[in-house]
């Protein structure tokens, strides 16, 4: 699993985040997967017969260790930094980073604490205060292999968590048949 950290998070580390309608995506494809404001662990289990989240890593981090970017979406504050790999079909299509300030570790959201291989989505969205705001995205890739990725806050009764995801090249973001 070392392999996906040393591949893939330096293409996060180094993303140029920007807004959406800086890039032009709505209305494409792509725009469809990356505006995406539900689950995307529920919409990835549409397209396919067995959806898994492998569990990469997870530890308690410094604030020092968060970019001021990041502080500026989820406050100076120690996090639970969570790192997976969501699979359709054996098949890895995302990786992703998520930072909990341990000030959102409280009460009901205590237990995300305790995800280990089950989606972050699937537990945030089932409660109906949850939302996601500060969308941004990154092309990483490169012209021939383009590789896209976005960053959102995700709040859960007014607790925030911030979740970076690389859509990988297998996933189904990148076919023609993805939309729905």
Known sequence: MSKFKQLYKPLLDDAKWQLPDHLGIEGTEIGHWLLEQDSLSRRFQR???VFTVSLIEQVKIARTALTD???ALIGDADCLMRKVILRGDDEPWVFARTLIPISTLTGQESDLEQL?????GFRVFTDRSARRDALEVADVGTTESPLWARRSRLWINEKPLLVAELFLAQAPIYTKESQC
């Open 116 to 120: 280990g291989e089950m989606p972050l």
């Open 47 to 49: 397209h396919c017969e």
């Open 69 to 71: 970017d990041e502080r």
